[in-house]
Nanobody, 121 residues
């Protein structure tokens, strides 16, 4: 069972992309799904997360108002709509699911392979 990401690619600044993460191979809905990204030479960054039911979302300050996360529980799929893309959004984007929290520590159990997003003129 794996997370299957799609929708990455190359786009000019100001453009849009929509990432999809298909978790249909899992037999249960996740408590939390979302996206991380990692640019070359930079630390991995949590971009956006959506909790079960889709009512609660979290966005990194760097993408607030620019990215929108959503999930379709029936399809076990999460989406990341990315608008007004900037060169600094260039990174490998990873889909994640199943948040585990132990006190102040937290992690996601499952990660996708990653999809490249390149924003360049």
């Amino acid at each position: 069972v794996q997370l299957v990401e799609s929708g990455g690619g190359s786009v000019q600044p100001g453009g849009s992309l929509r990432l999809s993460c298909d978790a249909s191979g899992y037999t249960y809905s996740s408590n939390c799904m979302g996206w991380f990204r990692q640019a070359p030479g930079k630390e991995r960054e949590g971009v956006a997360f959506v909790y079960f039911g889709g009512g609660i979302t979290y966005y990194a300050d760097s993408v607030k108002g620019q990215f929108t996360i959503s999930r379709d529980n029936a399809k076990n799929t999460v989406y990341l709509q990315m608008n007004s893309l900037k060169p600094e959004d260039t990174a490998v984007y990873y889909c994640v699911r199943d948040l585990a929290v132990y006190g102040i520590n937290w992690f996601f159990h499952y990660w996708g392979q990653g999809t490249q997003v390149t924003v360049s003129s």
